[in-house]
Nanobody
């Protein structure tokens, strides 16, 4: 059974940076497609970024493209989300998720089986 634990969320000023970590245990995370999702109060969960298990292809939602970078570190069984130029609208609980296979888009939360507990990111203006 794959388990995921996120960390790195914090309170940061607009324009600042944060690095979120998703640590996998129980299985090798490099065998999975891994996505980062976020949910703001009163809003639906949305896909932010994902990295596939095929050539480590990466995808980004338009709202974060150019500001966020997803990466893997197989040695630590982790996936990271480097967030820069943060905006107040980036405030949300961020979740990492993993799945062995997806159908149409790795940014769709319905494609994912394993989920972490989330980490809070708050960006002040």
């Amino acid at each position: 059974q794959l388990q995921l634990v996120e960390s790195g969320g914090d309170l940061v000023q607009a324009g600042g940076s944060l690095r979120l970590s998703c640590l996998g245990s129980g299985k090798n995370l490099d065998n999975y497609n891994v996505g980062w999702f976020r949910q703001a109060p009163g809003k639906e969960r949305e896909g932010v970024s994902c990295v596939t298990n095929y050539h480590d292809s990466t995808y980004y939602d338009d709202s974060v493209a150019g500001r966020f970078t997803i990466s893997r570190d197989n040695a630590s069984n982790s996936v990271f989300l480097q967030m820069s130029s943060l905006k107040p609208e980036d405030t949300a609980v961020y979740y990492c998720a993993a799945t062995g296979w997806y159908g149409t888009s790795c940014l769709r939360d319905s494609e994912y089986v394993y989920w972490g507990q989330g980490t809070q990111v708050t960006v002040s203006s």
